[in-house]
């Protein structure tokens, strides 16, 4: 994580170590279904998109799941409730390619932590309509192994207890992967894996205990991942946060080490934590038509990343319950809605944008709005890179990253993750701080860095890195549109400025945007 030095661990250690003031009675969070915006196009959309064409329809999937097959389809193996582990048993004895169909009612694996379905290359399994797979809080994990080109449809998986880090649905991380019209939920640790190629589409990832899903797969080989159309909400019911402070592994979902993701007409809202993180060495994001709604933390964290496009998303009422922690605490930091830390646009790396561009989105009511940040002590080798025992990928041999090497070219540029050519405009910025129950400072933009300190040996101390990043770096702000007291962070955390001054020099920020204080709007 790269939050201030706030010491977040690698949370993907799977299988190898494996300030506002509030008022005193905070906002009801809004839940259960979109709330109607003024801003963002009416109920059971997103956003519309720059030409004015509305967004994709809101994925209330969770509340209107999807009807699967009433009668077994020609050839398919027709699964049993009444008998305890008919699907694992009927899975081994079938052949790969074999259509399974879960008949109405309550499914069960044997009565062992470790009992599970080992899927098989090609297996299909269809659930009818009332079909469940429950764990009953004994099995840990319901379909497993690195098969590929399995789908599961129409199902509900539920009540599984996979440990922290590793996950119910596709336990082993297997490739091509489909799971569309299915219902995760209610389970511990992350309610689906992910693999190469893995479709999840229409599906109700809801109330699992750390993620909805966690795209992680052992040795950095996610490729073209897809979601699409779901409902993630609710996830993080077991606070790793709290059990684990500075963990950094909680939320709606995570990313890591994902090369190519289309992410898009999914309603991300009421999760614990950030509703989408994608956290270190994820490169070519499409992150479009979401509505990211009254997440915990941030909607959305793109960090130590690469090069994406962020647009057309509805973002609303996010960030109260952490933002309004930490000014509680008298932290005057500038937690995000959308937080870009030491991530930014990477020609060299190839990917269908050689920037981070966030235009047409609507943000409204959140606890502040963008952040871009560094940490001036965070680059490859250092104590404060929390992504243990990983580089950026324009440096294959992490060990060159030293001393005398790293203070010269190119190794002082391409040893760091930098927020760099990170271009936000077109977007509309809304706040009335009577809704999000605050007085001041809950309405932040900002680009800024910490003074380099440590350690000794690094190149990047004192404000080359802030002086880089707010002024260097192609980080830039036009054509916005502002409705609210909105302020502006430039340079180091203590400089806050007015629209004017952020416009002016040396910022030179906003060129071509308009600035109402007033409240909403």
């Not at 009992?115 to 098989?120: G, I, N, S």
């Not at 073209?224 to 606070?239: A, F, H, P, R, S």
């Not at 260097?472 to 916005?480: E, L, Y």
Request: proline share 6%; with cysteine; aromatic share 8%.
């Amino acid at each position: 994580m790269g939050i201030k030095g706030r010491g977040w661990a690698l949370a993907f250690a799977l299988l190898v170590a494996t300030g506002c003031t509030s008022t005193p009675d905070a906002p009801e969070k809004p839940s259960g279904a979109p709330a109607t915006s003024h801003a963002s196009g009416g109920h059971g959309h997103a956003t519309p998109d720059a030409s004015g064409a509305p967004a994709t329809s809101l994925a209330r999937v969770c509340s209107k799941p999807a009807v699967g097959p009433t009668k077994a389809p020609p050839g398919a193996v027709t699964v049993d409730p009444a008998v305890v582990g008919d699907l694992a048993a009927k899975t081994e004895s079938s052949p790969p390619y074999t259509t399974f169909w879960l008949r109405p009612g309550t499914h069960r694996l044997e009565a062992d932590p470790y009992a599970q379905v080992m899927a098989k290359e090609g297996n299909r399994y269809l659930g009818a309509p009332g079909a469940v797979l429950d764990g009953r809080k004994v099995n840990q994990y319901a379909f497993s192994g690195t098969a590929r080109d399995v789908s599961i449809r129409y199902l509900t998986v539920e009540r599984f207890v996979a440990p922290h880090d590793e996950g119910v649905v596709n336990h082993d991380m297997a490739d091509a992967w489909v799971i569309e019209h299915a219902t995760i939920q209610y389970n511990s640790g992350a309610g689906l894996m992910a693999g190469a190629r893995q479709q999840v589409r229409a599906s109700c990832l809801r109330g699992n205990g750390q993620y909805g899903m966690n795209a992680y797969k052992t040795g950095d080989s996610i490729r073209g991942l897809v979601v699409e159309g779901n409902e993630i909400v609710g996830n993080n019911t077991d606070d790793w946060e709290r059990r684990q402070p500075g963990c950094g592994c909680t939320g709606g979902i995570k990313f890591w080490a994902v090369d190519g993701a289309d992410v898009r007409g999914n309603w991300v809202h009421d999760n614990r934590g950030a509703g989408l993180w994608a956290d270190n060495n994820n490169n070519d994001f499409r992150i479009e038509d979401n509505l990211l709604e009254a997440n915990d933390g941030a909607a959305l964290m793109y960090e130590t990343s690469y090069n994406a496009v962020i647009r057309n998303n509805t973002i609303r009422r996010n960030n109260w319950v952490e933002g309004r922690a930490y000014a509680k605490d008298g932290d005057d930091f500038p937690y995000a809605t959308v937080y870009v830390s030491e991530a930014g646009g990477e020609p060299r790396i190839p990917a269908r944008t050689d920037r981070i561009e966030i235009y047409g989105n609507v943000l409204e009511n959140n606890w502040n709005g963008i952040t871009l940040w560094e940490n001036a002590d965070r680059f490859c080798n250092s104590p404060a890179n929390t992504s243990t025992g990983y580089c950026t990928l324009l440096v294959k041999d992490t060990a060159r990253c030293a001393q005398p090497a790293i203070a010269t070219a190119p190794l002082y540029a391409d040893c760091r993750w930098k927020t760099q050519r990170v271009d936000i405009h077109g977007n509309r910025f809304v706040l009335d701080p009577s809704v999000v129950g605050c007085t001041a400072e809950c309405g932040r933009m900002a680009v800024f860095a910490n003074d380099g300190t440590s350690p000794d040996w690094s190149p990047y101390k004192g404000r080359r890195v802030a002086d880089a990043l707010t002024h260097q770096q192609q980080n830039r702000w036009h054509d916005n549109v502002y409705r609210g007291p909105w302020s502006f962070v430039a340079g180091d955390r203590s400089r806050t400025l007015s629209s004017g001054q952020w416009q002016g020099t040396p910022y030179r920020q906003d060129a071509g945007s308009t600035f109402v204080p007033r409240a909403g709007g």
